[in-house]
């Protein structure tokens, strides 16, 4: 039924509010259909269906599916058709559930019935609607910090969301407060992540808890993926999976040729006879919709067959100067380092043993003068300080670097270490060659250690940035080797500063 054939909007509200309440397992999505006047996509469609029928629901899904989305929908929905409701959030990060949750629920309400909107105020601080002289009918959301003061909340139709729930910040303490809300038959709880990295994620009780229905998507079922199959690229949906994302990633990710719809998917599909163990734990979890397989690859920043692959130590340099300049100061029992970029290969310009910093600043010096005057970067703490001050007040082109600083592209890495890392990666990428034996070793076993993760950062940009973390530290790797990693950070220092410094004098990396 639709609102051509109900006459008012009376009548449309007491129609699915006898269809819910006889859980009609098609109600939500044709409510949504009818008071919101949105799309709702096939995988959309079961995801209704499941919380119709489903006291706990977990919705595994991989990129591009359109969860949040439907759930937003799914929020304001119910606060029409039950009474009394409350519908409760939480997130993983609290201000992407304010982004990709919130505001479309905020847009939702008040666009709802031909932009008529529905009883109530959308506020923002905490994000809610309220609605005079109905104070057990509501929306409101909250960081999983505080999802425990969600206890004790009751109402005759509770609906509680977890948003993100793979993320770290989503407990087991988050998921008893949260399931606390479920007192009967009528409540409803709805986990919705990507899935996580490995088995030790918070979210295995709930595979392992009869209690929990869970649905599972990956990215062929977007609406825009089945709908290019079949009627080629009118009318897609914006915000959703695209034929032409999925081969962008199987490219990055993967590296094989792409092998068709078909193909890919089978590889994909742990239930398929000829499911792949070996692809890139990225392509499980974003693209396959699972947790990656034990043998899956990791995403690295160094490919430990890239640094082998990069190690001359015959190499000459097609310059004698360098262009950029990495200076590492010794702590105690350490090595001052200095490594010189020339085009595509590192030299290892400098090395002293002890921190007789002085001595080390006036022979930096005094070798800087014998170049044109490069680009430097000085791990400026502590020890380095002093170091970085002298060599900048004689030459006044020093870089003050440190890692844990932010990052020159702060929407796409954490800090500058990992910043570092990537950028030196993409130069041996690009053919650049290590010569020193040191180097070699401490970025091989830098390579073995480090791997991404992702991370939000709530005030990067306007409304926060997803960036590439370290899983795996500077420290991890100092321990792993057995001595600081002298030779690598001068390194990565120098290829960092020769990227983001505009007036260097370098080659491009496509050289």
């Excluded at 699915?16 to 919101?36: G, H, K, M, S």
Aim: proline letters at 5%; glycine letters at 8%.
């Amino acid at each position: 039924m639709t609102t051509k054939t109900i006459d008012s909007v009376r009548d449309l509200g007491y129609h699915y509010a006898e269809r819910a309440r006889r859980q009609d397992p098609t109600w939500l999505e044709d409510a949504i259909e009818d008071y919101l006047d949105v799309t709702v996509t096939d995988a959309q469609r079961e995801i209704c269906r499941a919380i119709v029928e489903n006291e706990k629901l977990l919705v595994q899904t991989a990129n591009g599916i359109g969860k949040s989305f439907i759930l937003a929908c799914v929020t304001v929905v119910w606060l029409v058709a039950y009474h009394p409701a409350a519908v409760l959030a939480t997130s993983g990060t609290y201000p992407k559930l304010k982004r990709t949750f919130c505001k479309p629920v905020e847009s939702l309400h008040g666009r709802a019935l031909g932009g008529a909107g529905l009883p109530g105020t959308y506020k923002k601080s905490p994000p809610r609607i309220e609605i005079d002289g109905e104070p057990e009918q509501y929306f409101e959301a909250a960081s999983p910090k505080d999802a425990g003061e969600l206890e004790g909340v009751h109402s005759g139709y509770v609906l509680g969301i977890i948003e993100e729930a793979d993320k770290d910040d989503v407990t087991e303490a988050t998921f008893e407060a949260m399931e606390s809300l479920v007192s009967d038959q009528r409540d409803r709880l709805v986990a919705i992540a990507n899935p996580p990295e490995d088995e030790t994620n918070s979210l295995q009780h709930l595979y392992e808890d009869p209690t929990w229905h869970v649905v599972r998507f990956s990215s062929f079922e977007s609406h825009n993926v089945q709908h290019r199959l079949e009627n080629g690229d009118d009318d897609l949906i914006d915000g959703l999976a695209t034929l032409w994302k999925i081969k962008q990633d199987w490219d990055s990710y993967v590296g094989d040729e792409w092998p068709g719809v078909e193909q890919a998917r089978a590889w994909s599909n742990p239930d398929h006879p000829e499911f792949r163990t070996d692809m890139d734990q990225r392509w499980y979890r974003r693209r396959a919709g699972i947790v990656p397989p034990g043998d899956a690859g990791v995403h690295r920043p160094l490919d430990p067959e890239l640094v082998d692959e990069a190690y001359n130590p015959n190499a000459t340099p097609s310059r004698e100067t360098p262009t950029a300049l990495g200076v590492d100061v010794a702590r105690s029992g350490d090595d001052t380092v200095a490594t010189g970029v020339h085009d595509l290969v590192l030299v290892t310009e400098y090395e002293q043993q002890g921190t007789d910093h002085v001595t080390q600043e006036q022979e930096l010096a005094d070798r800087i003068r014998q170049w044109p005057i490069p680009a430097i970067a000085v791990d400026a703490v502590g020890e380095g300080s002093g170091l970085a001050d002298g060599l900048d007040d004689r030459f006044g082109t020093v870089h003050r670097f440190k890692n844990q600083a932010v990052a020159s592209d702060e929407t796409a890495y954490e800090d500058c270490w990992i910043e570092s890392l990537a950028l030196f990666a993409d130069y041996l990428e690009a053919g650049g060659i290590i010569t020193d034996s040191d180097l070699y070793e401490q970025a091989k076993i830098a390579a073995r250690t480090v791997t991404y993760e992702e991370k939000h950062i709530g005030s990067r940009g306007r409304d926060g940035a997803d960036v590439l973390a370290a899983d795996g530290r500077k420290d991890d790797v100092k321990e792993r080797l057995g001595r600081s990693p002298d030779h690598l950070d001068s390194a990565l220092m120098a290829v960092w500063v020769s990227e983001t410094d505009r007036n260097t004098r370098r080659l491009p990396l496509s050289w």
